[in-house]
C-alpha cells in the first residue's frame, strides 16, 4: 500500500507541477495511457486471492478516480490561463477601415444591365422580370412560333425533364430569349405597357462567340397609334445615351420574325479606331439590334384587340452590347470568373450609373 501511496503522491505532484497542457498530457498518458503506472496496478488485480483484490480494488480504482479528477481540475485551469494569454496579446480594433481596401468588383454585365435600366426608366420603361424556366406555350406558341416552326429547332432549345413553372403550358424549357417576360407582362396587365425585360436566357450552343447562358434585353411598348416612327426614337436615343455619341445613325433594314409584322433589323454607323469598329461616325456598319411592330397575332394570343392597340418590340445581345462599350475581345472570359480579368473589367460598387453622372461614368 506504501508503494501506492508513493505513487498517488509523485503522480498529484506532477498533475499540479504540468507547467501546459503538453506537459499534463503526459503526465496522464504516464498514469492512464494504456501502458500507464495505474493502469499496470488495475491490471495486477487479476493475479490476486479474493481477500487481497476486496482491500486492493477500492483502493487502485480510487486511486485512478482521484487522478482523473486532479487532470480534468489542472486542464480548466491551464485552459483558462492559455485564454488569459492569448486575451491580452490579441487586439481587435473594430474602428480600423477594412483593409488593403474595397476588393470585389461590378461585373460588367451587371453594370452594363444597370445602364440599361437608367436609361430606359429616363424613357419611362419599368424593369420587368420572370422565370427562367419556361413552358413552351410562353416561350414559342404565344410568340407565333408553332411546333415544327423551323425556329424552335433554330433556337437550340433546353429542354427541362421533371416539371417546369407551376400552371405550366406544354412542355418545360429553360426561355431562349426574354420575350415571355413580355408575353406574361401583356397578359397580366392592361395597356398602355412601356417595359425592359433583361435577363439570362438559354440555347444549347457553344463556341469562340456563344455560351450556353447569356443575357438579353427586349423592350416593349404597347399602346394606342404606336409606329416605326416612335420604334426609330425610342432606339435612337437609347443607343446614344448608351455608348454617349450623339452622331449615331440608325439603318432600318427589313427582315423577318415571327413575333414582328414588319421585323426591322438595325445597323449603327461605326468606324475604325485602333484596329477595332467603333461606335460612331460612318465608314461601315454594324448589326446591333432586331425589332419590329409586334404582329397582330401575338397581341390577339395577350388578349388584345390589335384594331386598338399596336406596339413595337426590340431585342439584343447584352454581354456584346458591353463588349462594344469596354472593349472586351473574348466572350467567355466573362463567364470564367478570373479574379484578375474582374479587377480588370470590373466597377466599383459604388460608381452607380446615372443619368446625371455619365452612365458609364
Ligand atoms: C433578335 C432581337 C427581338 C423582339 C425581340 C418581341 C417580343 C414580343 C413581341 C414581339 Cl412579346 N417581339 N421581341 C422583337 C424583335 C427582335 O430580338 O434578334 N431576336 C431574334
Known amino acids: 500500500m506504501t508503494e501506492t501511496e508513493t505513487l498517488r503522491t509523485d503522480l498529484l505532484a506532477a498533475i499540479d507541477g504540468a507547467a501546459d497542457l503538453t506537459a499534463l498530457e503526459a503526465v496522464r498518458v504516464a498514469a492512464l495511457g494504456k501502458a500507464g503506472q495505474v493502469t499496470a496496478l488495475l491490471k495486477t488485480l487479476g493475479g490476486m486471492t479474493a481477500e487481497q483484490r476486496q482491500v486492493a480494488g477500492p483502493a487502485f480504482n480510487g486511486l485512478r478516480e482521484e487522478l482523473s479528477a486532479a487532470l480534468a481540475a489542472r ?17 481587435l ?15 460588367p454585365i451587371s453594370q ?26 410562353h416561350n414559342f406558341t404565344a410568340l407565333n412560333i408553332p411546333e415544327e416552326h423551323p425556329a424552335r429547332a433554330m433556337h437550340d432549345t433546353f429542354y427541362v425533364t421533371g416539371g417546369g413553372p ?13 420575350s415571355p417576360v413580355q408575353i406574361r407582362t401583356m397578359m397580366g396587365q392592361a395597356p398602355p405597357i412601356r417595359i425592359i425585360a433583361p435577363g439570362r436566357v438559354y440555347r444549347s450552343d457553344s463556341d469562340a462567340t456563344h455560351t450556353p447562358m447569356f443575357h438579353q434585353i427586349e423592350g416593349l411598348v404597347i399602346d394606342r397609334g404606336i409606329t416605326l416612327a416612335h420604334l426609330r426614337w425610342t432606339l435612337e436615343t437609347f443607343i446614344k445615351a448608351f455608348f454617349e455619341v450623339d452622331d449615331v445613325t440608325l439603318r432600318f433594314r427589313p427582315s423577318y420574325f415571327p413575333f414582328t409584322e ?19 461616325g460612318s465608314e461601315s456598319w454594324m448589326e446591333i439590334l432586331g425589332s419590329g411592330m409586334v404582329h397582330p397575332k401575338v397581341l390577339r394570343n395577350c388578349g388584345l384587340d390589335p384594331e386598338e392597340w399596336q406596339g413595337f418590340a426590340f431585342g439584343t445581345g447584352v454581354d456584346r452590347l458591353a463588349m462594344l462599350k469596354y472593349g472586351m475581345t473574348d466572350l467567355r472570359a466573362f463567364f470564367d470568373g478570373d479574379l484578375r480579368w474582374l479587377r480588370h473589367y470590373g466597377f466599383g460598387a459604388l460608381d452607380v450609373p446615372t443619368l446625371s453622372g455619365g452612365v458609364g461614368a
Open 75 to 91: 486542464k480548466a485551469v491551464l485552459e483558462a490561463a492559455a485564454l488569459e494569454a492569448r486575451l491580452a496579446t490579441e487586439r
Open 166 to 178: 407551376a400552371g405550366a403550358n406544354g412542355r418545360a424549357v429553360l426561355r431562349t430569349h426574354t
Open 112 to 137: 452594363v444591365m444597370d445602364e440599361l435600366a437608367e436609361i430606359f426608366a429616363d424613357l419611362g420603361f419599368a424593369v420587368a422580370e420572370g422565370p427562367e424556366i419556361e413552358d413552351d406555350w
Open 93 to 107: 480594433d473594430m474602428s480600423l477601415p477594412v483593409l488593403p481596401g474595397p476588393r470585389g468588383t461590378v461585373h
Open 262 to 280: 414588319p421585323g426591322v433589323e438595325v445597323d449603327v454607323g461605326c468606324s475604325w479606331q485602333g484596329g477595332r469598329l467603333s461606335i460612331g
